[in-house]
């Protein structure tokens, strides 16, 4: 009797079992509501950064002639000079007197034949001599302009209108053709040279703009034009030399000065995806995309981020659509149902199915 009774409650057991099992194994989870976008491609501008060093447009070191006795030092660092405007005067009491003897034998020379042409049709002179009195009167006028030129050499001019800079020569000092007097910029504009990859040579050319910031002004940034790209590319380095001209009406910038050049260029379009559809695991990032239904998960590269965007690298194509909310309630291969964000009311967030014909079946690929 207590066998037959625990076999009986054995079998109960046994039925209520498997019924839930199979209860269990008909039951299939309810697809998950996600909202989805289509992949986008995008151009990725792509920066390149270069350092350039300012040099004035126009800019010149200043040597003295000759050599000789320095008696005035006629500018200060840091003056406006003109051009002709005169900056060092030597010691030029000979060429004074060399001009004045030659002037002398000008005005002889000049006599001299002035009398042979009064006595020329007299046939007293010969035309020999005329000729020879010419002849000293055309070596008495050289000899003169050497004079002035010799004279001219004792004082050192601007060869243009700019900024002249420091110098270490004082009156009294002896100096020659190859003692440094002043360096002269013209720097109402500026050359700034930078050395730019081979890659960027298409974006460099004539006419073309880049942005530089000054590193002694942080705060500023300049648009400045190319005017001139070397003639070859350096075959050790794989760079070349560019320059840009920089206004500088406002004088803040000096020649020497070292910017930072940026160069924008439009790349290849690339897979951009919103930040929030980023999934982090184990195995690094990855996103959803719909296929046949389900979520379909591909492992991606993050290559660049540009204002909520995320450019990256995977097995994507055009005609994806990327799951951008409800990322976190799936898995690889779940069933899901495409939903329409509804604009929510402040601090909430709730999501509506799709319309009909909007994707509301799952069967986008």
């Known amino acids: 009797m207590i066998c037959r009774t625990f076999s009986l409650l054995w079998l109960i057991v046994l039925v209520v079992t498997g019924g839930c099992s199979d209860q269990q194994e008909d039951r299939t989870p309810d697809p998950v509501p996600v909202v ?12 390149t950064e270069m350092i350039g060093t300012a040099r004035a447009s126009t800019s010149a070191e200043l040597y003295p002639e000759t050599s000789g006795r320095v008696t005035r030092v006629l500018f200060t660092a840091g003056d406006y000079v003109r051009k002709g405007q005169p900056l060092v005067e030597l010691d030029s009491r000979r060429e004074r007197l060399a001009v004045e ?5 000008l005005r002889e020379a000049d006599q001299l034949l002035g009398r042979y042409r009064r006595i020329e049709d007299t046939g007293a002179i010969s035309e020999s001599q005329i000729e020879a009195g010419e002849t000293a009167l055309a070596s008495a006028q050289v000899e003169l302009q050497q004079a002035r030129t010799e004279l001219a050499d004792r004082t050192i ?8 800079g420091l110098t270490e020569i004082d009156p009294g000092d002896r100096v020659n053709d190859s003692t440094p007097i002043a360096q002269i910029d013209k720097r109402s504009t500026l050359f700034v040279d930078f050395n730019a990859p081979e890659t960027v040579f298409s974006a460099l050319r004539p006419g073309e703009t880049v942005t530089i910031a000054p590193f002694a002004q942080d705060d500023r940034t300049i648009e400045a034009r190319i005017v001139a790209t070397d003639s070859r590319v ?11 001209s920089v206004p500088n009406r406002d004088d803040r910038l000096r020649p020497g000065m070292s910017f930072r050049v940026t160069v924008d260029r ?7 995806v919103p930040e929030e559809a980023i999934v982090w695991g184990g195995e690094g990032s990855h996103l959803f995309v719909v296929r046949e239904g389900k979520a379909k998960q591909v492992p991606v590269t993050i290559t660049a981020r540009r204002e909520g965007q995320v450019f990256v690298d995977g097995a994507l194509s055009r005609g994806d659509r990327v799951i951008v909310e409800g990322v976190q309630k799936v898995r690889d291969g779940q069933a899901i149902r495409l ?15 799709a319309e009909e014909g909007a994707g509301g079946s799952g069967d986008e690929g």
């Open 339 to 353: 939903v329409v964000p509804k604009a929510p009311p402040p601090g909430k967030a709730r999501l509506q199915p």
């Open 234 to 244: 350096s075959q050790d380095s794989r760079d070349f030399i560019v320059r840009a």
């Open 157 to 164: 001019r601007a060869p243009f209108s700019g900024h002249i």
């Open 266 to 272: 439009r790349g290849d379009p690339r897979p951009a």
């Open 101 to 105: 003897a030659a002037q002398v034998q």
């Open 36 to 47: 989805a976008e289509p992949l986008q491609f995008r151009p990725l501008q792509v920066a």
